[in-house]
């Protein structure tokens, strides 16, 4: 039997401790005062310790905290795919990653508003080192992905995250949420890392690699932001890797990342539930009979596939082509308004003299319509 203490979140008899532990917690009760602007925090602090379950605590407080992030920093949030889905039934959700926090809060938001059951969330170590982080994470139902660890320690931290969501699908009735990858998405181009999915089936015990990917009932979902708030901050990481430098994070990147991804303005939202991957995809994989590592890939292509062909273009995306290769092939995509006010961002977050720094901000955005159209190619 794993001992799951070290990568768990909270249960329900430790929410009340934990909230009265941090709600005054100046970031805790900067977070709090934002979500209810109209309360005295005498009376933010009473409904907060109230809370008695991290569904109490998600749907009273952070609900709210995610209503608020909408309406201050976005356009709106549309969704689409999600009716499709049972009320309740436990899926496995895997999804393109574009932000920290906001990429798993949004999906939980949609899945609130559907009657649908909300997910158990992985997040990497590295991004809640601070306690207060650390128990807010614990609170949201965030389970823990070790990071920095040798080859050894990293194969039994594997198995151990890949016993728990297995607990958590089968055992518990709880969704999951995973990203594809490690770490976010810098370039604007989502793929499906075969290491996730090898982790994820460390678990599958007798069961074939297909078969136990089939049973637990992938979903992939893509999210969809109109504008990065991040994309500026992306840009150091995607420089150090074009000009083949190494790249070393500053002490706070990751919060400062969390702040202007939730803060910063981010124009229209769409979440696209894929459907779940039909057991005749599993069948047909296994059928083939070819080797594990081979059947991750076609499985990772598979996850790809479904992202991009449910993946919501935006103006700002084709524009960003457009620019990228010196043509008008989707100016019916976007007015002349729309790209004066896309050249106005790059102009205030590039140095328009250096084109290596021009052509990689414009790829961040202009990658997905980059990848819609090899999947459309590959079909034909």
């Not at 602090?45 to 749907?59: A, G, H, N, Y």
């Not at 990429?103 to 009657?115: I, K, P, Q, R």
């Not at 296994?286 to 935006?314: F, G, M, P, R, T």
Request: charged share 30%; net charge negative; proline share 2%.
């Amino acid at each position: 039997m794993q001992d799951f203490e070290d990568i768990r979140f909270y249960k329900d008899e430790e929410v009340e401790e934990a909230l009265r532990q941090y709600v005054r917690h100046p970031m805790v009760k900067a977070l709090l005062q934002f979500t209810f602007p109209d309360k005295e925090f005498s009376e933010i602090e009473e409904l907060v310790v109230k809370c008695r379950s991290i569904r109490d605590f998600q749907t009273k407080v952070i609900y709210h905290s995610v209503d608020m992030v909408l309406e201050k920093s976005t356009e709106g949030l549309t969704y689409s795919g999600f009716e499709g889905l049972k009320e309740d039934q436990a899926y496995f959700y895997i999804s393109n990653h574009r932000d920290i926090i906001l990429d798993t809060s949004l999906l939980n938001y949609t899945l609130y508003e559907n009657n649908l059951v909300m997910t158990a969330s992985a997040i990497g170590d590295n991004l809640v080192k601070k306690p207060f982080l650390l128990a807010l994470s614990a609170l949201n139902r965030n389970f823990l992905v070790l990071r920095g660890l040798g080859p050894r320690e990293m194969l039994k931290s594997s198995l151990k995250l890949s016993e728990y969501i297995k607990k958590l699908l089968f055992q518990d009735g709880r969704s999951v949420w995973m990203a594809q990858r490690e770490g976010r998405t810098k370039d604007g181009s989502d793929h499906t890392q075969q290491g996730v999915l090898k982790m994820l089936a460390m678990a599958k015990g007798d069961l074939s690699l297909c078969e136990y990917f089939s049973k637990i009932k992938m979903v992939p979902v893509a999210i969809s932001y109109e504008f990065d708030p991040t994309d500026i901050l992306k840009m150091p990481e995607i420089m150090a890797k074009r000009m083949k430098e190494t790249y070393v994070k500053s002490a706070n990147e990751d919060f400062n990342s969390i702040m202007q991804g939730a803060l910063g303005q981010k124009g229209r939202i769409h979440i696209s539930a894929c459907g779940v991957m039909e057991d005749e995809i599993f069948s047909e994989i296994e059928a083939q009979e070819i080797s594990i590592n081979d059947q991750l890939k076609v499985v990772a292509e598979k996850i790809d596939q479904k992202i991009y062909e449910n993946y919501k273009l935006w103006p700002a995306n084709f524009i960003a082509y457009d620019l990228l290769n010196n043509r008008e092939k989707y100016s019916s995509k976007y007015s002349d308004k729309e790209k004066r006010q896309f050249e106005r961002r790059l102009m205030r977050r590039v140095d328009l003299k250096n084109a290596l720094e021009v052509n990689s901000y414009l790829l961040m955005y202009a990658n997905p319509v980059v990848n819609k159209e090899s999947l459309y190619e590959n079909k034909s």
